[in-house]
């Protein structure tokens, strides 16, 4: 069964920083771009960054360039998120999913990002 | 950027119901529109790829069509699960953008 796990969101302080993990299964990961997509609580969807398979490859949305980084480990069947000098706008759940003829084929549950202090 | 605008913002609809859902581009964009489907605290799960092609395991009765700046995501009869939130998402040089979604409401 294709699975991913997301792990690493909660509560952090503007300015913080949080390392968001997805681990996946399932899959030959090695062979997938990959996505982390985030919603606001009660709003829509929004594309933050895409990693290619091989990890060469790095695209994000303007709001997050500089800020977030997306990373991978193939040997480890995981996918990462940096997320640095973090802004109450970037409160959200974070999901990451698998890319499929440039649309976001399988997704995991998501995990909740709270910048608050 | 590219902006999708989708209409209309919420539905109302019945069940047996024909349903449409429109998803404008700002500009013309490549065939690589997706539709999605998300219900309240879950992911969103992918129904169309590339336009018009139907994601495994997905009923016949959605079903996509459009090109250039103008798309749509069609319901032939509308069932009790498909009361949702629906968005469509484009790809176009590097860049992927969600419209705002339209949800799905029980007439």
């Known amino acids: 069964e294709v699975q991913l796990v997301e792990s690493g969101g909660g509560l952090v302080q503007p300015g913080g920083s949080l390392r968001l993990s997805c681990a996946a299964s399932g899959f030959i990961f090695s062979s997938y771009w990959m996505t982390w997509v985030r919603q606001a609580p009660g709003k829509g969807l929004e594309w933050v960054a895409n990693?290619?398979?091989?990890?060469?490859?790095?695209y994000y949305v303007d709001s997050v360039k500089g800020r977030f980084t997306i990373a991978r480990d193939n040997a480890k069947n995981s996918l990462y998120l940096q997320l640095n000098s973090l802004r109450a706008e970037d409160t959200a759940v974070y999901y990451c999913?698998?890319?499929?003829?440039?649309?976001?084929?399988?997704w995991g549950q998501g995990t909740m990002v709270t910048v608050s202090s | 950027d590219i902006q999708m605008t989708q209409s209309p913002s919420t539905l109302s609809a019945s069940v047996g119901d024909r349903v449409t859902i429109t998803c404008r581009a700002s500009q013309s964009i490549s065939p690589y529109l997706a539709w999605y489907q998300q219900k309240p605290g879950k992911a969103p799960k992918l129904l169309i790829y590339k336009t018009s092609n139907l994601q495994n395991g997905v009923p016949s009765r959605f079903s996509g069509s459009g090109s250039g700046t103008d798309f749509t995501l069609t319901i032939s009869s509308l069932q009790p699960d498909d009361f949702a939130t629906y968005y469509c998402q484009q790809y176009n040089s590097y860049s992927w953008t969600f419209g705002q979604g339209t949800k799905v409401e029980i007439k």
């Open positions: 990693i290619k398979h091989d990890g060469s490859e790095r």
């Open positions: 999913a698998t890319n499929h003829y440039y649309a976001f084929e399988t």
